[in-house]
């Protein structure tokens, strides 16, 4: 199954964030002929304060109802249906009462949302260049491990800052997970130590396909101190191995996930059946 993964520098202007998205997905349509396609965390909207972010978040439509929601949901949802294809939505913000949740849609060929993931692990950290982040502040985290089927593969989900939490991993592979997407919006002095090696370590703990969409760049709104993310969207084998990566810059890549590779490296190091302690 060919799964592309795209980079995108958004920016806190909604509409111009969709057409980016767009512009994007058709780029590596035209030149991947992928059956899924991912987006990075946040994307219709970085680096605007935290009005822009409730102005830029949706209510979703119950899950299961098939109902219509909002401008960024249902963008999503003709992307999949005009092209055939899975859509993974990166993650959007989510109106939950007075505080949001970062979320997870994704869509099916026939423009039918199968999987809502809320991100579980909030980035409350302090980085080392003595930025603090207090994801908290704005957003709930959510509580439920989800996985969905796309042509007979089961794919997990996870959002950014989840990648340091193992044991969230380990959750995906016990519920049949072959493929995992993490879209993300890494802050630069973690990026570029942590990224690539945290995404190989679980690629190769969970004998999965890591697929890990990026914003990159500076995410201006106008006002203050530019947002910069990290980027270097990439896609990793169940061996470890980073079959593709975006350069700095935004554009897309595309691998082949090849369920025999998973079912070779799992049949020959079963190390799920080694476990101990979980
Ligand atoms: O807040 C938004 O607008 C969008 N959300 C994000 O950018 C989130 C929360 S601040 N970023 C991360 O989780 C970075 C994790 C990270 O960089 C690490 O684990 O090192």
């Known amino acids: ?14 509409a111009q964030n969709l057409a980016q998205a767009r512009e994007l997905i058709q780029g590596a349509l035209a030149d991947g002929r992928p059956r899924i396609v991912a987006l990075p965390e946040m994307w219709t909207c970085l680096g605007g304060d935290r009005a822009k972010k409730f102005a830029a978040a949706e209510t979703l439509p119950p899950e299961g109802s098939n109902a219509a929601g909002g401008e960024a949901y249902e963008c999503l949802r003709e992307v999949a249906r005009a092209n055939k294809i899975h859509v993974h939505g990166g993650s959007i913000a989510e109106l939950a009462g007075d505080l949001l949740y970062n979320t997870t849609v994704v869509f099916d060929p026939n423009g039918v949302e199968i999987a809502r993931y809320r991100k579980i692990h ?46 969230l991993f380990l959750k995906l592979r016990q519920a049949g997970a072959e493929i995992i997407f993490l879209p993300a919006a890494f802050t630069v002095p973690t990026g570029r130590d942590h990224w690539e090696v945290l995404l190989q370590a679980r690629a190769i703990e969970t004998q999965s396909w890591i697929v890990a969409p990026a914003c990159w760049g500076r995410h201006l709104d106008g006002s203050g101190e530019p947002r910069m993310t990290f980027g270097r969207t ?29 079912e070779r490296i799992r049949r020959d190091m079963p190390v799920l059946a080694h476990r101990k302690f979980v």
């Open 122 to 167: 909030l980035f409350d950290i302090v980085t080392p260049d003595g930025m603090g982040y207090r994801e908290s502040a704005t957003f709930k985290g959510g509580d439920r491990v989800v996985t969905f089927k796309a042509h007979g593969t089961t794919c997990g989900l996870a959002i950014c800052y989840d990648i340091r939490f193992p044991e």
């Open 234 to 262: 990439l896609i990793a084998d169940p061996w470890g191995l980073v079959t593709a990566r975006v350069p700095d810059g935004t554009g897309w890549i595309t691998s082949r996930a090849d369920a025999t590779v998973t």
């Open 1 to 14: 199954m060919r799964i592309s993964a795209i980079q995108m520098n958004p920016g806190a202007d909604k």
